[in-house]
């Protein structure tokens, strides 16, 4: 069946360039989170969107990072003027929502490379 | 906000030794507990989930965890541990289902042949 799908799977650019990742999350689930996760890091939380609520942004590390969730279904995380400690893998990952927490589902992530 | 720790970030064992992860985290009130995993260049995938009732949950691959209220724990363990186990092991915790889940830092087991 069709799970959490990203893209791009890899993306390399420039250092000062505008990159966006896309995430296309399950059908009907309306928790969504986005995390980056890098060599010695571990799994670095981002923002979480949550049906209609407002989303609770307090991972993002700088405000050149931001993300929106269209239609409550696809979300963008749009990094601006990259530097170069920004590349990591970007991972996505969709829960359907009930009175507890259900079990995420993540995608196979972003590989962004700042040159 | 809670935090959840998993204070061993590294792990070396031999197969067919025994495993115990450990993982706390800080919020005293109703909690859904999880463990995800992730394979080598595979994606996380859930291990292990607590929500409420028996402590002990069992889990796919053998393993289990056992929920400590009293110690605001959540161990991953696993009898005896096959090289195929290698892989990086994330706690998470979930204050309720409209709240956000948080991981802890994962733990980098390697299982050596």
């Known amino acids: 069946g069709a799970g959490v799908s990203q893209s791009p799977s890899n993306k390399v650019t420039e250092k000062g360039k505008d990159v966006e990742l896309r995430c296309d999350p399950i059908s009907g689930h309306t928790a969504l989170y986005w995390y980056r996760q890098s060599l010695g890091q571990g799994l670095e939380f981002l923002i979480y969107f949550q049906g209609n609520s407002a989303p609770d942004k307090s991972g993002l590390p700088s405000d050149r990072f931001s993300a929106e969730r269209t239609g409550g279904s696809v979300s963008t995380l749009t990094i601006q003027r990259t530097q170069q400690e920004d590349s990591a893998v970007y991972l996505c990952a969709s829960s359907l929502v009930s009175g507890d927490n259900q079990p995420q589902h993540f995608g196979d992530g972003t590989r962004l490379s700042i040159l | 906000a809670q935090s959840v720790s998993q204070h061993n970030h590294h792990v070396i064992l031999s197969e067919a030794a025994s495993l115990e992860l450990g993982c706390n985290y800080s919020?005293?009130?109703?909690?859904?507990l999880f463990w995800y995993v992730q394979y080598p260049g595979q994606h996380l995938q859930l291990l292990l989930k607590?929500?409420?009732?028996?402590?002990l949950v069992k889990g796919i691959k053998g393993f289990e965890a056992e929920f400590i209220k009293s110690k605001f724990s959540f161990n991953l363990r696993k009898p005896s541990v096959q090289w195929s186990d290698t892989a990086e092991y994330f706690c998470a915790v979930g204050l309720g289902g409209y709240q956000k889940v948080t991981f802890g830092t994962g733990t980098k087991l390697q299982v050596i042949p």
């Open positions: 919020y005293g009130g109703t909690v859904n």
């Open positions: 607590y929500f409420s009732g028996d402590p």
